[in-house]
């Protein structure tokens, strides 16, 4: 899945977009998508100055956007009426740094999968080396029912 149909399918856009591919995808079951990292992501100029780090959060949203594309697919949510938001997330651990220039590999599989609340597990890797890992949730809602 390239950029394009990533477009057509999250409502996410610059600077919050943080998927770049989808490399693999089965149904109900599992996704691999990736995330080019690049000096230019606007976060890094305030973290780290001299030291640019991503951060933590970044990668989870990564990780949910990646998920997201899963659930929108997997449940045959219609694209435009519906959002995937975030719910929660457990566990998360960050074991090695993500640097501008790294390609993040995000693999989420599902643990179960619902329109009112998914859960799924999430790994990112660099070089093929895990650098965070959690339990993500999420839940698909109208996108009429989160405006104010």
Do not use: C, W
Request: hydrophobic share 45%; glycine share 8%; proline share 5%.
């Amino acid at each position: 899945m390239d950029i394009n149909e990533i477009l057509s399918i999250l409502p996410h856009r610059y600077p919050l977009l943080l998927v770049d591919r989808i490399t693999e995808i089965e149904l109900g079951k599992r996704i691999v998508g990736l995330k080019n990292v690049s000096i230019n992501e606007p976060y890094f100029q305030g973290h780290f100055p001299g030291f640019p780090l991503m951060p933590g959060v970044y990668i989870l949203e990564a990780m949910a956007q990646v998920g997201g594309i899963l659930m929108i697919r997997s449940l045959q949510l219609e694209i435009g009426k519906y959002a995937i938001v975030f719910a929660g997330v457990d566990d998360a651990r960050f074991k090695k740094p993500v640097y501008p220039g790294d390609q993040l590999i995000l693999e989420l599989e599902v643990v179960s999968l619902k329109k009112s609340l998914s859960k799924m597990k999430g790994i990112a890797k660099v070089d093929g080396q895990v650098v965070a890992e959690a339990i993500l949730y999420a839940s698909a809602r109208e996108l009429s029912q989160l405006k104010r």
